[in-house]
């Protein structure tokens, strides 16, 4: 199925009519190719989430509408026959281990695909599926999710998504609060996901070098609106647009503008420690064979 | 629940707003013990134009009051018919077994539904126009004199304050995993009872699961700033008797004797 999503015109005001009410998202038309790897960026409070919620409609626009599958979400759509949407959008929520509440591993990652009407036995294999993508060792099945770690506990939470088989994938800043190499394992299970099933992913994050990393797309937002929408070089060539953004370099690009502060003649801001590397080795020997 | 008024608090700078917190609380209550004075139309008419004058001395709009009263509604419709089918007496147009509808049950039943409206929006009032931590310190104020009898007052207010705190905070947490839920194809409010009440489950096992995570944290955070109960504690802010407060209860307490005079004895 047609994995595309499209975002026409749409507003969303929080608590519309009262004096509490907030734009968080101003008319905001964008397409978010299917089989895409995107990454939504931008400051605190800029509507990443608000924008990622109404691709399965737990938002709904205050005006405009949303394509994704074959549907479209209107302001007056209803929560009635949401579910078919909602299995095919997988939402992983920032610090989604807070969603736990299964006596056992197996259970809670097959909360999921029992909703959805698939039989135990069904639901169970998909679980096992789950857990060995999410890379959770098939002894842990029937622990408690409460007597995990951190990292695995957020695991189970993924694989509680995956087990549902989505085709399209939103991790809301998924990476939160891991250390580094857990950071690094989430990473790469949404780059394998994208690679070897063909899910389109949509992440939003804080961190810039997961952007250069990963991302095939980039949506930059600032205050309720897209502000930028291109590949992560493009958003990337203007490092005064990015911190008037409020946001980072990434941290090989970042290190590039203070070389050439420093008087290293770097020809372009290399987004990539490997780009960076050749960059600095393409300046050495440029240096020498001019002696 | 986001149009769920009661409770919320709304700055702002108005006259009310600017009274003190335990003058406000006591004010309330005063209100609301007047209001059980009042049986004619007289009274009920001075008690609402002086509720009127507290909304408009308060800087918020009325439109949003009765939008915030919207939800009640249902309890209010309630109450009033409980009152218009069982209270006695008076000309009876209509009766059927217990139930009756007479010409005093009509209007005790029309009495009923303004008090109901007045005691909500006085509470209103008080809620929209006082921070939580606020009116937290006003009942400690208020309760001051029952350490005398040992009653660990400022324990009571700090708990209450601590409590009001996280409301917010289990809200928005609430909110977050009724929508991850959701995405993992969850339909709270529809179904059969039985269903529903399954829903809950994977609502409120982590929303448990979160508090007590918070009350742990939060103790070993107080405890690591040497947080005690015994001491006296000194206050960041320091809430004082104003002359708008004097005022104000002058107001108050004249309305307040003229019911007195005017109720049917």
Known sequence: MDQTINFKQVTHTYQAGTPFAQNALSQVSVTIAGGSFTAIIGHTGSGKSTLVQHINALLKPTAGEIKVSGRTITPATTNKNLKQLRKHVGMVFQFPEKQLFEETVIKDIMFGPKNYGVSDEEARLDAKQAMGLVGLDGSLQDKSPFDLSGGQMRRVAIAGVLAMKPEILILDEPTAGLDPRGHKEIMDLAEKLHQQQGMTIILVTHQMDDVVDYASDVIVMDQGKVVKHGEPKDIFSDPEWVYDMHLDLPSAAEFACRLITAGVPLKTIPLTIDKLADAIVGVIQGGQSHE | ?265
Not at chain 2, 87 to 107: A, Q
Request: net charge positive; aromatic share 12%; with cysteine.
């Open chain 2, 1 to 265: 629940m986001s149009n769920f008024l009661f409770g919320r608090y709304l700055p702002g700078s108005s006259w009310v707003h600017q009274m003190s917190p335990q003058s406000k609380l006591m004010l309330s209550f005063y209100f609301v013990v007047v209001i059980f004075f009042a049986n004619n139309i007289w009274t009920y008419a001075a008690l609402s134009g002086l509720i009127l004058l507290v909304v408009l001395m308060s800087g918020v709009s009325i439109g949003y009051f009765l939008k915030g009263i919207r939800p009640l509604i249902w309890l209010i419709v309630f109450t009033v018919l409980l009152q218009i089918l069982f209270s006695s007496g008076g000309h009876v147009y209509w009766h059927f077994g217990p139930f009756s509808i007479s010409d005093t049950s009509l209007i005790n039943g029309g009495f009923m539904f303004i008090r109901c409206l007045l005691i909500i929006m006085i509470s209103t009032v008080l809620t929209l126009t006082t921070t939580p931590l606020a009116i937290a310190d006003g009942v400690q104020t208020v309760l001051r004199p029952l350490k005398k009898v040992h009653f660990p007052v400022d324990t009571l207010a700090l708990m209450l304050s601590i409590a009001l705190r996280f409301v917010p905070t289990l809200m928005d947490e609430m909110e977050t995993i009724l929508n991850a839920q959701r995405s993992r194809g969850v339909d709270f409010g529809s179904g059969s009872l039985r269903h529903r009440i399954s829903a809950a489950v994977p609502l409120l096992v982590p929303l448990f699961t979160g508090a007590i995570n918070h009350a742990e944290n939060l103790s070993t955070a107080m405890e690591a700033r040497g947080f005690t109960d015994s001491e006296h504690r000194s206050k960041y802010r320091v809430y004082r008797w104003q002359r708008k407060d004097t005022i104000s209860w002058a107001v108050f307490l004249l309305i307040g004797i003229l019911v007195l005079f005017i109720r049917k004895s």
